[in-house]
């Protein structure tokens, strides 16, 4: 038995877009990046948060009846949630009956995750499938990554892993035999671009990127485009010319923008960074598409 925990936010099953066949992918939580676009910003804090989503509140007054700290009042048809007060201890959602209350992360075991994942393993080798770890960031909570890899090896799975590239070159080296493909953001071309859109330096992710593709680590770059951000011809062609210098590199992946961050933003108490609100046509997409296949004869796909 592995006791190793994390915090997992959720369990996708039937993943089709997390790397080859069908997968089933675990989001951890925890990032050390602040992307502007955030599609996932529940991923963020490494702790388990409180998501509020006030239509469906029926106003029955049990959370307000068991929260120890008073977080909650009903005011007529209004529901105030007080976040500071908030130690999100999670009885108010066990006892929400509409679900306008629910508990983003839990504490799972190794052995509780690789339990929900083999539970599909025939759709894995009908498929060529099998697990994806992905965040937030992975490698924020290493030991349990790693783990959660090893014990999957184990059982014979495939496996990935989604990256931002942003931990320590050290900490790769030990994962990495246990990674079929890891699936490697490439954010932004211009560094300067990089540290204002994400809030963290680019030169490690670059370096990280090379010296796994020298150890022979295979990898799929990929590539969130976001309208007026980095939706540019010159940043298709660095995409193009990064994929070039790689030995290894299996695809590039576009990730085109969608809004469901704001949403979700709103539903845990959190500002919303980027003003874009429209999901890209798929004319513009496949525009970006083509920009990229253009200047490489790596495979180019709508991730």
């Not at 959602?93 to 995750?113: F, N, P, Q, R």
């Not at 783990?147 to 590239?165: F, N, P, R």
């Not at 080296?173 to 540290?195: A, C, Q, T």
Request: aromatic share 8%; glycine share 6%.
């Amino acid at each position: 038995m592995t006791r190793t925990t994390g915090i997992v936010f959720d369990i996708q099953k039937f993943s089709i877009h997390d790397g080859p066949g069908i997968r089933t992918t675990v989001f951890l939580k925890g990032c050390p990046l602040n992307c502007l676009w955030c599609h996932n910003p529940e991923s963020k804090q490494g702790k388990p948060e409180i998501s509020f989503i006030s239509d469906k509140c029926i106003l029955c007054g049990y959370c307000v009846a068991v929260c120890p700290n008073r977080c909650h009042t009903i005011d007529g048809k209004n529901h105030v949630y007080n976040r500071r007060l908030c130690q999100r201890c999670g009885k108010c959602s066990s006892e929400c009956y509409s679900k306008a209350l629910e508990v983003i992360g839990k504490e799972m075991t190794v052995d509780e995750v690789i339990s929900e994942v083999l539970k599909d393993v025939p759709f894995y080798e009908t498929s060529n499938g099998g697990m994806t770890v992905s965040g937030g960031e992975p490698m924020a909570q290493f030991q349990f990554t790693k783990s959660l890899l090893e014990e999957a090896k184990k059982h014979k799975l495939h496996t990935c892993l989604e990256t931002s590239g942003f931990a320590p070159m050290g900490k790769y080296r030990k994962i990495m035999k246990f990674v079929d493909i890891f699936l490697y953001d490439f954010k932004e071309s211009h560094p300067g671009n990089h540290l204002k859109c994400t809030g963290v330096p680019q030169d490690s992710i670059m370096k990280n990127l090379i010296e796994l593709d020298s150890l022979g680590v295979k990898t799929v770059l990929r590539c969130p485009i976001i309208p007026e951000m980095n939706d540019r011809k010159s940043h298709f062609r660095e995409i193009a010319n990064l994929a070039n210098r790689l030995s290894n590199i299996i695809e590039i992946n576009i990730l085109a923008y969608h809004p469901l961050g704001k949403s979700k933003s709103a539903r845990i108490g959190a500002d919303y960074l980027l003003a874009c609100s429209e999901f890209p046509d798929e004319d513009e997409i496949r525009d970006w598409i083509d920009s990229v296949q253009s200047s490489t004869k790596t495979s180019v796909k709508k991730g």
